[in-house]
């Protein structure tokens, strides 16, 4: 069993960055590709970035392209989302996930408790 924990939420206001990070507190996440997703009040989880345990990234998609990278640290077991420039749009509970991975929510078998976002004018 993996229990993944999310930190780095905050009030911010436009155009200000923030780091997300992810990690395994229980159980290895060896193997798995690790997720960014993100759900907005009123509105259905969508996929924010992705990391293969290879290294290789999936395309983001285009709301968050250019503004936000995702990176792995293997060693420790972590998975990191940086966010530039934020908009209000960018408000929204994020969400770290592990599994086989992809960009479909069904592709990843665990999930963290997620962390707020807000980002104000």
Known sequence: ?????????????AGDSLRLSCTASEGS???????WFR????KTREFVAAIRWSGEILNYPG???GRFTISGDKPKNMVYLQMNSLQ????????????PGGYMESSYYYWGQGTQVTVSS
């Open 1 to 13: 069993q993996v229990q993944l924990v999310e930190s780095g939420g905050g009030l911010v206001q």
């Open 29 to 35: 996440v060896t193997g798995y590709t690790m997720g």
């Open 39 to 42: 759900q907005a009040p009123g």
């Open 63 to 65: 709301s968050v392209v």
């Open 88 to 99: 209000l749009e960018d408000t929204a509970v994020y969400y770290c996930a592990a599994g």
